[in-house]
């Protein structure tokens, strides 16, 4: 008998990572005989009925396909060959759940498109990391789900936010490092970079992540149906899209349904040289300057990445200070490495936005009393975003909004004042950051299970991926102080750590933030080489309420950047070791 391949999605390479069973080798129906990975899929084949492998047609870290043959095998008296063995991924819950999907009569068909009516125990309204997380963690655990989905799974996120800016970021770090080998005695002549390829990166790693997760729903079991939804009732929905209607009952629901670019009434904002963050994640054009409106996360990434290229780059921000919500002392250590490249204006106003004969965009602002101009090839909008609440029709599930009326009202269960209707994410209006929607939604699915849950905000990490990133968790200098709360602070220097002078990156700096009554950890930040990775130590430093003596207690290898924690809660007890104020 010929054992066939099988996989949750059959246009994949899969590359085989185990193979439980040698040849001559015996196996009883339902153990594991090949174990193959592809992205975040995992397939593990398993017989149906007890024998003996005969041969085997394939090696550990070969690849292979759907349908391929690996092996050859003869079953035990008895068993039938019907079947032969089955390609699973994840529980065999899920690909019951998947089998039983596929047996459902087909919807009726007419003129005027498909009507369907489907019933689950979670429906989720939304496919960005909050959405698609919660779900797949509730399949896991034995709930019949369906995930509702208007556009591509992943969301904002996944598709025109997170991760398609820092497959950018990445290239015009790269590039960057390369204009400053010489620095370090490295020559390759002379750089270049072209914008066609670097977009044409980023849309790969989109497509293979958007891949890998809805190869993920599929092998937890989780309906994806496609289309927008609206409440009809508390717990029902109707999914439209196209002709097609879709009628969804549940026992929960949890609306992940994110957010949009915010519109700002600025007069010229819609013109054809003007971007939003979006548009700039597919401009292949070249260009020589730009004026980016907004100097918060979004509008300080870009500023990186085209300073980075090269680019005459003006940043016009509204406050007072660009990253307003963080402290100036982080903040100093980016404007110091973006001096004389981007030409950073706060306490600005931007009025119109005009196009001059030439094409170039001719941006109007108010500075100082005075309205000044300012001319660029292209402008950038980055200024904020709103709850995608428009269609829902919350009014007729009786879901209360915020006292906004921006976002939806929720408690620490996520929980609206619906019983049995949860939101996550962006239509909260919490915190948009998808690491904290992801956490939501998990929350949300432990409430339904019954478990004592309530989500926390204390110690939630944020990330600025710009030329020098800066990551915070836990209260800023600035809070305390406008708290009233005596707090201590130590700061240990990258330009002190050997392992960053190795790399060629002494700027900035880690931060610790102690409480002056009790010496307990309230914040932390880093400005600087992976700061990305650094903050993720701290975080769970913070949220296990881990005192400056448990890290200092804890060996730090070197020569890392990780020994700058060590160095920081040094400094809030005896004094860093390598470094004297």
């Not at 032969?84 to 007419?110: E, M």
Request: hydrophobic share 40%; with cysteine.
């Amino acid at each position: 008998m010929d054992l066939q391949f099988k996989a949750a999605d059959g246009s994949k390479r899969y590359k085989i990572t185990k193979i439980y069973v040698p040849e001559g080798g015996s196996f009883q129906a339902g153990a594991p005989l090949l174990k193959a990975e592809s992205g975040k899929m995992n397939t593990v084949v398993k017989a149906e009925q007890a024998g003996t492998l005969k041969k085997l047609l394939v090696k550990e870290g070969q690849e292979i396909g759907s349908g391929e043959i690996f092996a050859q095998a003869e079953y035990a008296a008895g068993t039938s060959a019907a079947g032969g063995q089955r390609g699973t991924v994840g529980s065999s819950s899920a690909a019951s759940q998947r089998d039983a999907a596929k047996a459902t009569p087909n919807p009726a068909l007419s003129l005027f498109g498909k009507k369907e009516e489907l019933s689950c125990e979670i429906a989720v309204v939304g496919a960005g990391p909050g959405g698609y997380e919660a779900a797949i963690y509730a399949a896991k655990q034995g709930k019949d789900v369906i995930l509702i989905e208007k556009s591509k799974v992943g969301g904002t996120c996944l598709n025109v936010g997170c991760i398609p800016t820092k497959a950018i970021v990445n290239s015009a770090e790269k590039y960057h490092m390369l204009c400053g080998l010489e620095d370090i005695g490295v020559s390759c002549g002379q750089a270049s970079f072209d914008m066609h390829r670097v977009i044409g990166h980023k849309n790969q790693v989109v497509e293979q992540l958007r891949g890998g997760i809805e190869s993920l729903l599929e092998a937890n079991g989780v309906r994806l149906v496609r289309g927008t939804a609206a409440f009809q009732g508390p717990k029902e929905l109707l999914v439209s899209q196209g002709l097609n209607r879709t009628t969804v009952k549940a026992g929960h629901v949890i609306i992940a349904a994110g957010s949009r670019i915010a519109d700002l009434p600025i007069p010229g904002i819609h013109g054809s040289n003007v971007l939003n963050s979006t548009t700039a994640l597919d401009l292949e054009e070249d260009f020589d300057s730009i004026a980016i409106v907004g100097g918060g996360v979004i509008g300080m990434e870009f500023a990186g990445i085209y300073a980075s290229l090269g680019k005459r780059v003006y940043v016009l921000e509204y406050e007072k200070q660009i990253l307003p919500t963080t402290d100036p002392d982080l903040v100093e250590v980016l404007t110091e490495d973006l001096k004389g490249q981007v030409d950073i204006r706060t306490g600005v106003r931007v009025q119109e936005i005009h196009e001059s004969e030439n094409g170039q965009c001719i941006v109007a602002f108010e500075s100082g009393g005075r309205t000044k101009y300012l001319v660029a090839d292209k402008v950038l909008v980055a200024v904020g975003r709103s709850a995608n609440l428009d269609g829902l029709k919350l009014e007729k599930a009786g879901v209360e909004l915020t006292e906004n009326k921006r976002s939806i009202a929720v408690g620490g269960s996520m929980e609206t004042n619906v019983p049995g209707i949860y939101a996550i994410g962006d239509v909260t209006g919490k915190i948009q950051l998808a690491h904290a929607a992801s956490h939501q939604g998990l929350v949300a699915v432990d409430c339904i299970l019954g478990k004592d849950r309530s989500m926390e905000y204390d110690f939630i990490p944020s990330v600025i991926f710009s030329r020098v990133e800066i990551a915070t968790v836990g209260r800023t200098e600035r809070e305390l102080k406008q708290a009233g709360i005596a707090y201590r602070v130590s700061r240990f220097p990258f330009a002190a750590n050997g392992k960053a002078l190795t790399m060629d990156e002494g700027r900035g700096f880690v931060k610790l933030i102690a409480r002056e009554e009790d010496g307990k950890l309230v914040g932390a930040a880093v400005a600087g080489p992976d700061a990305s990775n650094l903050i993720s130590v701290l975080t769970l430093a913070l949220t296990n309420g881990l005192s400056p003596e448990a890290i200092i207690s804890t060996v730090f290898p070197h020569p890392t950047l990780g020994e700058v924690i060590h160095e920081a809660a040094l400094g809030l007890t005896v004094g860093a070791i390598h470094y004297h104020e």
